[in-house]
T-cell receptor
Framework: DAKTTQPTSMDCAEGRAANLPCNHS???????VYWYRQIHSQGPQYIIH???NNETNEMASLIITEDRKSSTLILPHATLRDTAVYYC??????????FGSGTQLTVLP | DAGVTQSPTHLIKTRGQQVTLRCSPK?????VSWYQQALGQGPQFIFQ???????QRGNFPDRFSGHQFPNYSSELNVNALLLGDSALYLC???????????FGPGTRLTVT
């Protein structure tokens, strides 16, 4: 599976949109982009995934660039409960999640 | 609908001992994976079970073994515990044809 690169940490004001970037320049055509988050000392939680089209669900939106080399996870109205480590994963035929270090998002009051 | 459950929540063992961790998958899920998460790091894939067989394995020694039962629940066994085995052990389940995995709360193992 392709390697992903994310910033180590980000801050966001409560109520504002949180935009979390992810680079996956070596992603292959059949690899999906998955996002999970992990709130302190809990198991990771699935957020959203996509292949090449933008996706939206009740939690977030996923914007994937046309060349698929990068993507952005958008939390439209961040709350304090969104403070967590966010993982961007390129998932291919192996179907196993390879977690990197992720981005620590801190939502500030 | 219960999600993924794991037991016990916490466990303290001594070096050289053996440990068994348990996982019940989310209802309707038949594939179970185990992950190890050391402090400050992302989860690392240990192995995956489907139809009671180990289907994929990460870079972990043979001291780590598992089992899946006919009801899809699973066990992770670790023999000859080392201090470095101290970690949060996570179980995740999914339906075979679906990539999306659901994680349990984990078992915190401390080896002294």
């Amino acid at each position: 599976d392709a390697k992903t690169t994310q910033p180590t940490s980000m801050d966001c004001a409560e109520g504002r949109a949180a935009n979390l970037p992810c680079n996956h320049s070596t992603i292959s055509g059949n690899e999906y982009v998955y996002w999970y988050r992990q709130i302190h000392s809990q198991g990771p939680q699935y957020i959203i995934h996509g292949l090449k089209n933008n996706e939206t669900n009740e939690m977030a939106s996923l914007i994937i660039t046309e060349d698929r080399k990068s993507s952005t996870l958008i939390l439209p109205h961040a709350t304090l409960r969104d403070t967590a480590v966010y993982y961007c994963i390129a998932l291919g035929s192996a179907r196993q999640l390879t977690f990197g270090s992720g981005t620590q998002l801190t939502v500030l009051p | 609908d219960a999600g993924v459950t794991q037991s016990p929540t916490h466990l303290i063992k001594t070096r050289g001992q053996q440990v068994t961790l348990r996982c019940s998958p989310k209802s309707g899920h038949d594939t179970v994976s185990w992950y190890q998460q050391a402090l400050g790091q992302g989860p690392q894939f240990i192995f995956q079970y489907y139809e009671e067989e180990e289907r994929q394995r990460g870079n972990f020694p043979d001291r780590f073994s598992g089992h899946q039962f006919p009801n899809y629940s699973s066990e992770l066994n670790v023999n000859a515990l080392l201090l470095g085995d101290s970690a949060l052990y996570l179980c995740a389940s999914r339906r075979t044809a679906v990539y999306e995995q659901y994680f349990g709360p984990g078992t915190r193992l401390t080896v002294t």
